[in-house]
T-cell receptor, first 111, second 116 residues
Framework: QKEVEQNSGPLSVPEGAIASLNCTYS??????FFWYRQYSGKSPELIMS????GDKEDGRFTAQLNKASQYVSLLIRDSQPSDSATYLC???????????FGAGTRLAVHP | EPEVTQTPSHQVTQMGQEVILRCVPI?????FYWYRQILGQKVEFLVS????????KSEIFDDQFSVERPDGSNFTLKIRSTKLEDSAMYFC??????????????FGPGTRLTVT
């Protein structure tokens, strides 16, 4: 059974701080990794995708991938109260396109 | 900015009834998906659809479920005889095709299905 694991949180950070969200996955052949943000009662919104080992930056967001450790993370710099949401890690494995989601980490940014 | 749309936003139905959930994927996308999320649980894959046929389906997607692309824009999920445990948010998603950023899936706003 392919699994994606995330700490459920809540992760509480002060406004302006760096929030660090982590995810591990079980399938070694996983190829594509995604971070989605989900506000309560809303649909997942794609924030970042990463396919190669290393860092990928987009604005205040940095995704980090380490395939050897089967680990992917998301850093949010200068966290804002509007970043308060559940962050979902999703993994695509094999030759198909289906995404396997983690349960999500709830982030709370307090003023 | 193009987006996936879904109708209705909320559907209430009685157990045993048939429901059809509708989606309009992003216009140049070729892969279409249905996912569901039971309240408080993970987002779960149901089915993917490409070139007018199912490319992959999960164990959840049994004979009670079917998908169809009835025309050039709509993509539907039908549940033939709903059960209480089908109550969930159903999300439609689409992606361009294979390769690179084309794997990125964009989700619609969802249909909340309540089975009573």
């Amino acid at each position: 059974q392919k699994e994606v694991e995330q700490n459920s949180g809540p992760l509480s950070v002060p406004e302006g701080a760096i929030a660090s969200l982590n995810c591990t996955y079980s399938d070694r052949v996983s190829q594509s990794f995604f971070w989605y943000r989900q506000y309560s009662g809303k649909s997942p919104e794609l924030i970042m995708s990463i396919y190669s080992n290393g860092d990928k930056e987009d604005g205040r967001f940095t995704a980090q991938l380490n395939k050897a450790s089967q680990y992917v993370s998301l850093l949010i710099r200068d966290s804002q109260p509007s970043d308060s949401a559940t962050y979902l890690c999703a993994v695509r494995s094999g030759g198909y396109n289906k995404l396997i989601f983690g349960a999500g980490t709830r982030l709370a940014v307090h003023p | 900015e193009p987006e996936v749309t879904q109708t209705p936003s909320h559907q209430v139905t009685q157990m045993g009834q048939e429901v059809i959930l509708r989606c309009v994927p992003i216009s140049n996308h070729l892969y279409f998906y249905w996912y569901r999320q039971i309240l408080g649980q993970k987002v779960e894959f149901l089915v993917s659809f490409y070139n007018n046929e199912i490319s992959e389906k999960s164990e959840i997607f049994d004979d009670q479920f079917s998908v169809e692309r009835p025309d050039g824009s709509n993509f539907t999920l039908k549940i033939r005889s709903t059960k209480l445990e089908d109550s969930a948010m159903y999300f439609c998603a689409s992606s361009e095709a294979r390769g690179g950023s084309a794997y990125e899936q964009y989700f619609g706003p969802g249909t909340r299905l309540t089975v009573t």
